[in-house]
Nanobody
Framework: QVQLVESGGGLVQAGGPLRLSCAASGRTFSPYTMAWFRQAPGKGREFVAAANPTDGSTRYADSVKGRFTISRDNGKNTAYLQMNSLKPEDTAVYYC????????????????WGQGTQVTVSS
């Protein structure tokens, strides 16, 4: 079992930066893909970014490419999402997720989830 806890959300003006953190515990961190999803009110859960354990490669949703960066520190069992140039449409609850094996973009593939952290971008 893996436990995930997000932090770092809040209110930010459009164009500004914000960094989210995800602290993991329970199982060995390194073999797991770490990912970020988001969900706006009344909408489905959307893939944002993932870090692959096999080669350290990353993948991003087209909507955040060039603005968001996912990273991980295995020594601290922590993953991060650095968000820059934020837009009002980025407003959502952001969730950290983990799965064993290679990265995918489908939320139903991820068995481990954090509680979510609210990100609100004002215009």
């Amino acid at each position: 079992q893996v436990q995930l806890v997000e932090s770092g959300g809040g209110l930010v003006q459009a164009g500004g930066p914000l960094r989210l953190s995800c602290a993991a515990s329970g199982r060995t961190f390194s073999p797991y893909t770490m990912a970020w999803f988001r969900q706006a009110p009344g909408k489905g859960r959307e893939f944002v970014a993932a870090a692959n354990p096999t080669d350290g490669s990353t993948r991003y949703a087209d909507s955040v490419k060039g603005r968001f960066t996912i990273s991980r520190d295995n020594g601290k069992n922590t993953a991060y999402l650095q968000m820059n140039s934020l837009k009002p449409e980025d407003t959502a609850v952001y969730y950290c997720a983990a799965k064993f094996g290679i990265a995918t973009t489908y939320p139903e593939h991820y068995p481990y989830w954090g509680q979510g952290t609210q990100v609100t971008v004002s215009s």
